[in-house]
């Protein structure tokens, strides 16, 4: 090679952009998009982080670790996946439910990707099957839909007495009109009154528990949604100062202080989707990592 060909190679290399070098990590690294706020989901990062690490993986050490948050917006999801794959992610780790999976799966469907998701996977479409999710999604399926009702029903339990029961849900769920309709047939079975409130915002849940104390509700089902799983604090202490008994979908409200809940962990749930993506860093395929049911 003659010398001035030989500078003008380095030249040229030196010209690449950025994001043509960024897309080439020194480590393999870990994608996570998620639909709501960063610091309410900070707990469970935290459980997909000593998942990888149970399988090896430390951040900063032998692998990297980069988030996308739609804060709500869920139009801004597909955008944000695309920067995820453009950063030269290994794997995609999902938090939010639906949206991210639709957005994610629309993205890519070579690069793996591991879903937490409070919906039937397979209803979804997302998967084909829990036993064989095949291409490259699997992950961790809540299946809160199906408690709902177990929920109304040891609500109604605790609360023999009440005939009003509010039920508040945010219609921005993609779920929100099955959870409706499971609610609606649910509380016709169990002989209650139910009076549905919705909300999507901080403001829109102190309303919502305005309106249930006017309407005399004597007890409150708070669907199961990501939004709300951020919202923790200002339900329990709503619920607590008009001294409401509440059902709650997941074990980190009570354990937060609130009444009671009926369903699975979610920090176990994010931290199984660590391990699961951890065991596809170490070249397994998604295929071998099932859908699982917590």
Same mark, same amino acid.
């Given at each position: 090679?003659?010398?001035?060909?030989?500078?003008?190679?380095?030249?040229?290399?030196?010209?690449?952009?950025?994001?043509?070098?960024?897309?080439?990590?020194?480590?393999?690294?870990?994608?996570?998009?998620?639909?709501?706020?960063?610091?309410?989901?900070?707990?469970?990062?935290?459980?997909?982080?000593?998942?990888?690490?149970?399988?090896?993986?430390?951040?900063?050490?032998?692998?990297?670790?980069?988030?996308?948050?739609?804060?709500?917006?869920?139009?801004?999801?597909?955008?944000?996946?695309?920067?995820?794959?453009?950063?030269?992610?290994?794997?995609?780790?999902?938090?939010?439910?639906?949206?991210?999976?639709?957005? #994610?799966? @629309?993205? &890519?469907?070579?690069?793996?990707?591991? !879903?937490? /998701?409070?919906?039937? $996977?397979?209803?979804?479409? %997302?998967?084909?099957?829990?036993?064989?999710?095949?291409?490259?999604?699997?992950?961790?399926?809540?299946?809160?839909?199906?408690?709902?009702?177990?929920?109304?029903?040891?609500?109604?339990?605790?609360?023999?007495?009440?005939?009003?029961?509010?039920?508040?849900?945010?219609?921005?769920?993609?779920?929100?009109?099955?959870?409706?309709?499971?609610?609606? #047939?649910? @509380?016709? &079975?169990?002989?209650?009154?139910?009076? !549905?409130? /919705?909300?999507?915002? $901080?403001?829109?849940?102190? %309303?919502?528990?305005?309106?249930?104390?006017?309407?005399?509700?004597?007890?409150?089902?708070?669907?199961?949604?990501?939004?709300?799983?951020?919202?923790?604090?200002?339900?329990?202490?709503?619920?607590?100062?008009?001294?409401?008994?509440?059902?709650?979908?997941?074990?980190?409200?009570?354990?937060?202080?609130?009444?009671?809940?009926?369903?699975?962990?979610?920090?176990?749930?994010?931290?199984?989707?660590?391990?699961?993506?951890?065991?596809?860093?170490?070249?397994?395929?998604?295929?071998?990592?099932?859908?699982?049911?917590?």
């Amino acid at each position: 090679m003659r010398r001035r060909d030989f500078i003008q190679l380095l030249g040229s290399a030196a010209a690449w952009p950025p994001t043509a070098r960024a897309q080439q990590p020194s480590m393999p690294m870990v994608g996570s998009l998620g639909s709501v706020s960063p610091a309410p989901y900070a707990p469970f990062i935290a459980a997909i982080k000593e998942g990888l690490q149970q399988t090896g993986y430390v951040e900063g050490r032998n692998v990297a670790f980069e988030s996308r948050w739609a804060e709500g917006q869920y139009d801004r999801l597909p955008q944000q996946a695309i920067e995820l794959i453009n950063r030269g992610v290994a794997v995609i780790i999902l938090a939010g439910g639906g949206p991210t999976t639709a957005a #994610a799966k @629309a993205a &890519t469907a070579t690069i793996p990707i591991v !879903f937490v /998701t409070g919906d039937d $996977p397979v209803k979804s479409g %997302a998967v084909p099957s829990l036993n064989r999710p095949g291409g490259n999604l699997t992950g961790v399926s809540l299946l809160t839909l199906a408690m709902e009702t177990k929920r109304l029903q040891l609500l109604h339990e605790l609360t023999p007495n009440v005939a009003i029961i509010a039920i508040v849900v945010n219609p921005k769920n993609p779920q929100a009109d099955e959870q409706l309709q499971e609610l609606q #047939a649910a @509380a016709r &079975t169990l002989g209650v009154q139910p009076e !549905f409130l /919705t909300a999507s915002t $901080p403001k829109e849940i102190d %309303a919502a528990f305005a309106s249930l104390v006017e309407r005399r509700a004597g007890a409150l089902h708070m669907a199961a949604d990501a939004f709300f799983n951020t919202r923790r604090g200002q339900f329990i202490v709503l619920s607590a100062r008009h001294a409401l008994p509440t059902t709650f979908p997941y074990r980190e409200f009570p354990a937060a202080g609130g009444l009671m809940s009926y369903g699975p962990s979610l920090e176990d749930a994010y931290q199984q989707a660590g391990i699961y993506a951890g065991r596809i860093l170490r070249g397994e395929k998604p295929a071998r990592c099932r859908s699982s049911r917590q």
